[in-house]
């Protein structure tokens, strides 16, 4: 028992000294995997010290209950215990600091604390036992026990936030539609749930901050969490979608997750310009954030949302788990509920085979929400098998109304929702005789305000709501919207849409801006014959014109017979090799690991294509990725070789792109290169250099940029 004491005093002790020279060189110090195991275990270590620290203390306060001598050894013993682990404590939380992005104020007090309350359980241990008449030792004791809730707060704060504990009792103003922008009322009560845990001016996961809006818009070391207008390009969308086991999937596995409403919410709120001041009757009626969010308020109460009780069985939770992909989320309505609600993400990969594999919950699916998909008349008999179907959301998909009618068997059928439609009033009526139907959106479609009373008074146990708000102020457009995805084929016609019926779409595709009088008009689809940067703004009486859009169409070109690669791509970054730069897949600018991309910064990307003949190009366009924050800018320099011989081959081209003077958000970009040779070749070649040094503006100045290529494209 003795040399068990000595041991533990004498690690104590070293721990001490560590504790000392961690305090003073701990940043710059970088750990092995296995410490970085350890200092995540600091949450489980802490709690020892804290519950023998109150533990002593609850003793004594009943001295008379136990003998003297049997006391002085339980408090030996609790005391060796409490400094022991006070100081592992301390030396696992040093470990932990240097893996996370913490506020540097706020982790020095919390450090600080920590290591005082392992110092104070030292000396408590040693006075005990050489302080006979125990008066330093009370005090010191005191002194301990606040220490102790000094470092447990500090510790809470880098855990939870400012005012977490107070959080719930302290007065707030009550945020209504009328006071508060749509940011203020809908979005920053989601973020608040779910993401300021983690991005707060105290502990900023990332380097971003999103409890301060100045900061929130600067974003994080990979730039903005969002692209203006464009959700499914956006980061912070991308990283809701991912799977669960994923690592870069938001909030972490064991946090509060998004519902699904919550993400439709953030994804119209980026969709209609990410805008943090604008108030929701300043939105344009077409803007869907508009149609969402007073739906919420409409339905906002505090009265306790009831768990209804269904009959059928549940489903298999390997059929569920099955089910679920990064197109699709299927999930329970409640806990344990057999009934399940079905989204489906992502438009431009949306397959009618995804809907049709949810035949093996037909009698589960209470919930189906296809908003935004190119569902059409002709999938509304398949959903009519869903006979237990409660809600059904067509927002602003494909249907025209001549297949609604197949919907009558849904008998349970409560809630259905058609806003952005084509649908007519004559198309919803034979719907409005369901027996449980009591809510129909028709917002924005072609039903007459006129029509809609009329079937509202026909219909009175059913509400049907068309246009949510009538406003005499001006209010701006939304902005168009390109249709095509991906890759635009050759034969396929470059497609723009607006939900806003009357709107003029003025286009150019020379990258300046189009203005409301002098750019062309959009009138109908039309041609490319190669990548262009395409830009776009919807104008219409009494409106003020939508910002404008701006989209990079990557067009199909002349296909090589053969590519390969001269320089091996970066061993992180292998994409799909050299087959990847013509198989038509485009990357994201978000998710630099997936197969589309190959990546390079040690050595320039240089890459031969052979075309089995000779031929004469005009032009070759590099699709490059753009991530500030990551550090993936455009190239340095790029070379243009050709020749009949790979081994004797000329230069044709050489250019040095324009690079960024700033953060910019995260994009997919097109580096057109003209030639003027006019001569004919069987072999070209490639070659683009990556940034050698970050420029002085970029907060890792000086560091070796990266450069990601995900298809070439030739004219």
């Known amino acids: 028992m003795m040399s068990l004491n000595r041991i533990a005093l004498n690690v104590i002790f070293c721990i001490q000294i560590l504790l000392v020279f961690l305090l003073i060189a701990g940043d710059r110090i970088v750990l092995p995997a296995w410490l970085q195991v350890a200092g995540r275990l600091h949450p489980l270590v802490l709690h020892l010290p804290i519950g023998f620290l109150i533990f002593l203390a609850v003793i004594h306060l009943f001295p008379k209950h136990v003998d003297k ?5 339980l408090i030996h013993i609790g005391l060796v215990i409490t400094s022991l682990f006070a100081s592992i404590a301390a030396l696992f939380g040093f470990f932990l600091s240097l893996q996370g992005e913490y506020g540097t104020d706020a982790l020095m007090r919390h450090r600080t604390a920590g290591v005082l309350l392992s110092w104070f359980c030292y000396a408590l241990l040693l006075l005990h036992r050489v302080d006979e008449k125990q008066r330093f030792f009370y005090g010191f004791g005191a002194l301990t026990l606040v220490t102790l809730i000094v470092a ?5 704060v880098l855990t ?12 707030n103003k009550e945020l209504t539609v009328e006071n508060a922008s749509v940011y203020e009322f809908a979005v920053q009560p989601i973020l608040d749930r779910k993401c300021f845990s983690c991005h707060n001016e105290v502990k900023a996961k990332g380097g971003l901050v999103m409890t301060s809006i100045d900061k929130f818009k600067e974003g994080g070391k990979h730039g903005k969490p969002w692209v203006e207008g464009k959700p499914q390009e956006s980061r912070m969308i991308k990283a809701f979608y991912l799977p669960l086991s994923h ?7 064991g946090r509060p997750q998004l519902t699904p409403v919550e993400i439709s919410t953030i994804e119209a709120w980026i969709k209609s310009g990410a805008d943090f001041e604008k108030k929701l009757n300043q939105f344009a009626d077409g803007d869907s954030l508009k149609f969402i969010v007073a739906s919420f308020a409409a339905s906002k109460s505090d009265a306790p949302v009831e768990e209804k009780t269904y009959s059928f069985s549940a489903a298999s939770g390997d059929v569920v788990e099955k089910l679920n992909t990064p197109y699709r989320s299927v999930f329970p309505l409640f806990k344990d509920s057999p009934a399940l609600q079905a989204d489906f993400f992502l438009k431009g990969s949306f397959q009618v085979e995804f809907l049709r594999e949810l035949n093996s919950i037909s009698q589960q699916l209470v919930v189906l929400n296809l908003s935004k998909m190119p569902v059409e008349d002709k999938e509304l008999e398949f959903i009519a098998t869903f006979t237990n179907l409660e809600n059904l959301n067509l927002n602003f998909t494909r249907i025209e109304g001549t297949g609604l009618r197949t919907l009558e068997p849904l008998a349970n059928l409560q809630t259905l929702s058609l806003a952005g439609t084509s649908v007519k009033a004559g198309d919803i009526e034979p719907l409005l005789s369901l027996p449980r139907l009591r809510e129909v959106y028709v917002w924005n479609t072609q039903i007459a305000e006129a029509e809609r009373e009329a079937l509202s008074k026909k219909y009175p146990d059913v509400t049907i709501t068309g246009n949510l708000f009538s406003d005499s102020e001006t209010l701006k457009l939304g902005k168009p919207r390109l249709e095509n995805d991906g890759v635009i084929r050759k034969g396929e016609l470059i497609s723009l849409k607006h939900s806003m019926p009357g709107v003029v779409i003025r286009l150019s595709k ?21 990548s262009m940067v395409l830009k776009a703004k919807a104008c219409k009486d009494g409106w003020f014109c939508s910002d404008v859009l701006k989209a990079t169409c990557f067009v199909e070109g002349i296909a090589p017979v053969n590519v390969e690669l001269q320089s091996k791509a970066d061993v992180q970054y292998p994409g799909k090799g050299a087959e990847g730069l013509t198989d038509m897949q485009k990357g994201f600018a978000d998710i630099l690991k997936e197969p ?7 050595g320039p990307f240089s890459t031969n294509f052979d075309f089995g003949k ?13 991530n500030i924050g990551g550090f993936v800018f455009p190239p340095q320099e790029v070379e243009i070789w050709a020749g009949d011989n790979v081994r004797e081959m000329k ?8 690079q960024p003077t700033g953060y910019t958000p995260n994009g997919v970009e097109a580096l057109p290169i003209p030639l003027d040779s006019g001569g004919s070749y069987r072999y070209y070649r490639v070659v683009a250099r990556p940034l050698a040094k970050l420029p002085t503006w970029h907060n890792s100045k000086g560091e070796r940029g990266w450069l990601f290529v995900d298809e070439v494209f030739f004219y």
Request: net charge negative; charged share 25%; proline share 9%.
């Open 510 to 530: 020379d990258k300046t801006d189009p203005d409301s009088i002098k750019s062309d008009v959009y009138d109908k689809p039309f041609p490319a014959t190669e």
């Open 614 to 626: 000779s031929i004469s190009l005009k032009s070759i366009v590099i699709s490059h990725a753009e």
């Open 247 to 253: 690592d870069e999937h938001m909030p972490p596995d």
């Open 160 to 171: 939870h936030g400012q005012n977490f504990v107070l959080a719930p009792i302290l007065a």
């Open 596 to 602: 589309s991309w190959l990546g390079y910064r040690e």
């Open 152 to 156: 447990g707060h500090t510790g809470a």
């Open 69 to 73: 001598d049997s006391l002085q050894r």
């Open 651 to 658: 230069m044709l081209k050489q250019l040095k792109p324009v």
